[in-house]
């Protein structure tokens, strides 16, 4: 599919030159410079999702820890193996 698009003639520029070191032509050089630039914007895409994920994750556990109050886990663990001697 062909499509239009206004450069500066200083970037037509830079991507001839950076075609022709490495022998490419100048479509398949703009061609894959688009797929690598949508290839890293969909992986920050993911990374977003997971910090928000970790956020969520963390802000439930705070809300959980602020519920429990002053309940220690390890005294319970404690408690527990005490009984079963």
């Known amino acids: ?3 239009n698009a206004v450069l500066t ?3 037509l520029e830079r991507i001839d030159e950076a075609a022709r070191e ?3 032509s100048r479509s ?3 061609r894959e410079a688009a797929e690598k630039y949508i290839a890293e914007h ?3 895409k993911e990374e977003e999702k997971r910090k928000e994920a970790l956020t969520r ?3 439930d556990q705070d809300k959980l820890r602020a519920k429990s109050g002053t309940w ?3 005294a319970e663990i404690r408690k ?3 009984r079963g001697r």
Do not use: P, T
């Open 9 to 11: 003639e200083d970037l």
């Open 57 to 59: 994750a963390v802000r």
């Open 28 to 30: 398949r050089f703009i």
């Open 1 to 3: 599919m062909r499509v």
């Open 42 to 44: 969909e992986r920050k």
């Open 22 to 24: 490495q022998k490419k």
């Open 72 to 74: 220690e886990g390890s």
């Open 80 to 82: 527990w193996r005490e």
